[in-house]
Nanobody, 118 residues
Framework: QEPLVESGGDSVRAGGSLTLSCLVS????????MAWYRQRPGFQREMIAW???????HSVDSVEGRFTMSRDIAKQTLYLEMNNLKPEDTAVYYC????????????WGPGTQVTVRS
């Protein structure tokens, strides 16, 4: 069983909404700080939202007010609700533990593609 499986990506028009899911195995999402990352074309992978082990969620400025991260501990699933999507949100989205650096040496799941059409 893959430890991280992202899903829910799609092609949507600007202004639209999507909710991504991440099924997690082998990591207790209720006791580990977890995050959503994305890799936009031509850019490095970046963390965009994270949730602490205590359940407090945070996001970076570029998605603040539009994206919300949540979790279902019983289902071992993370969610990323994305609203008012913009073309610059086009990326492959990944979930993982919180890593503040060294992302290139981290093992990643397959990710899920989000494409936002203008």
């Amino acid at each position: 069983q893959e430890p991280l499986v992202e899903s829910g990506g799609d092609s949507v028009r600007a202004g639209g909404s999507l909710t991504l899911s991440c099924l997690v195995s082998g990591i207790g999402v209720g006791i580990t700080s977890m995050a959503w990352y994305r890799q936009r074309p031509g850019f490095q992978r970046e963390m965009i939202a994270w949730i602490t082990s205590g359940g407090t969620s945070h996001s970076v400025d570029s998605v603040e007010g539009r994206f919300t991260m949540s979790r279902d501990i019983a289902k071992q699933t993370l969610y990323l609700e994305m609203n008012n999507l913009k073309p610059e949100d086009t990326a492959v989205y990944y979930c993982n533990r919180v890593f503040w650096n060294g992302l290139d040496s981290v093992a990643w799941g397959p990710g899920t593609q989000v494409t936002v059409r203008s």
